[in-house]
């Protein structure tokens, strides 16, 4: 079964970074795309981005394309965000979601507990 824990979130004034790290454990050779997504209260959970399993495809929402980059250290079992520019409407609770490969292709997802960022203006 696949953990997920984030971290790298906090609070940043407008223009500043962060970078989200999101680290699997348990059954890692099993684990395909990754996903960034983030949820504010009272508001539908937003889709972020996204990379593929082996790196070479990404996925932007309009509202970070050029700001956000996302990228994944396989060896390390680990995705990361790294948030430029950051505006006080990137402010949000952060989640990470990964697929979960099984023997006949994808059989599920699973998602981590989320963290805080927050953008002060």
């Known amino acids: 079964q696949v953990q997920l824990v984030e971290s790298g979130g906090g609070l940043v004034q407008t223009g500043g970074s962060l970078r989200l790290s999101c680290a699997a454990s348990?059954?890692?050779?099993?684990?395909?795309?990754m996903t960034w997504f983030r949820q504010v209260p009272g508001y539908e959970r937003e889709h972020v981005a996204a990379i593929s399993r082996a790196g070479d495809m990404t996925f932007y929402s309009d509202s970070v394309k050029g700001r956000f980059t996302i990228s994944r250290d396989n060896a390390k079992n680990t995705m990361y965000l790294q948030m430029n520019s950051l505006k006080p409407e990137d402010t949000a609770v952060y989640y990470c979601?990964?697929?979960?490969?099984?023997?006949?292709?994808?059989?599920?997802?699973?998602w981590g507990t989320g963290i805080q960022v927050t953008v002060s203006s």
């Open positions: 348990g059954a890692p050779e099993s684990i395909g795309g």
């Open positions: 979601n990964v697929e979960i490969i099984g023997a006949t292709g994808s059989i599920g997802s699973a």
